[in-house]
């Protein structure tokens, strides 16, 4: 399965708030697409819901990081058939992806912090899935 890019965010970026809701509004996206309209996670260990829709839809979140952090994403797939997760630096560099597998419901990514920032967690479908997912990101 093709990996969509990491999200190119820009060096300083609006606030954004929390959204822990899923879904919303017809018409309306849950959780931004980008490292500009990223949701910012303000508090670890957090969990969030969220969905990817239409197909092809990214749901970025946004979190500040120490250095020697290890930051650990769980992506439960709730009614989203297939879906992954990238890890970004705040330049955009991906740093680790995964990807479920087969019929796998549960997508983990691990990474250990070598500098102090911002990164950008990105939640994804796999080829033409949407759904509803639940994300819990905690650090160690």
Do not use: C, W
């Not at 990474?111 to 939640?123: I, K, L, M, N």
């Amino acid at each position: 399965a093709t990996q969509p890019a990491a999200t190119q965010p820009a060096a300083t970026q609006p606030a954004a708030t929390q959204d822990t809701q899923a879904g919303g509004a017809a018409g309306s996206d849950d959780h931004g697409n980008t490292g500009q309209s990223a949701t910012t996670v303000g508090s670890l260990p957090a969990t969030l819901n969220g969905t990817i829709a239409p197909a092809g839809d990214l749901d970025v979140f946004r979190v500040a990081l120490r250095a020697g952090q290890k930051i650990q994403v769980e992506m439960r797939l709730l009614t989203l058939a297939g879906g992954g997760l990238n890890l970004a630096n705040s330049g955009g560099k991906q740093l680790e992806s995964e990807n479920a597998s087969d019929n796998e419901k549960v997508v983990r990514l691990s990474y250990e912090v070598r500098e102090a920032g911002t990164y950008f967690v990105v939640a994804h479908g796999t080829r033409t899935s949407s759904g509803t997912y639940r994300l819990t990101i905690t650090t160690k």
